[in-house]
């Protein structure tokens, strides 16, 4: 099953990958990162095609696709 992983440090939770899937898959996490964010994460992993586009749009290249 494709995942995404989140690298917290790096996430500034401007959204961009959240509206870049196509399947809604990410959230923003309730918690706060190490930067003080919401870092986005998976709220609907299950609907995650593996498609890479959140990887693509992400400005701060935190995250990692495993398919
Ligand atoms: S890989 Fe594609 S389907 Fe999965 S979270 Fe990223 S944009 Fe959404
Ligand atoms: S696009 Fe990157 S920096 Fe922006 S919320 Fe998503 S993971 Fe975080």
């Given amino acids: ?9 790096r996430c500034k939770a401007c959204e961009l990958c959240i509206v870049a899937c196509p399947h ?5 996490a309730k918690h706060f990162s190490p930067s003080g964010f919401h870092p986005a994460c998976m709220a609907n992993a299950e609907a ?3 498609c890479m586009l959140c990887a693509f749009v992400c400005p ?8």
């Fill in 1 to 9: 099953m494709p995942k995404i992983e989140v690298d917290e440090g």
């Fill in 24 to 28: 809604k898959v990410i959230g923003l």
């Fill in 48 to 50: 995650c095609t593996g």
């Fill in 60 to 67: 701060d290249v935190a995250i990692e696709v495993y398919k």
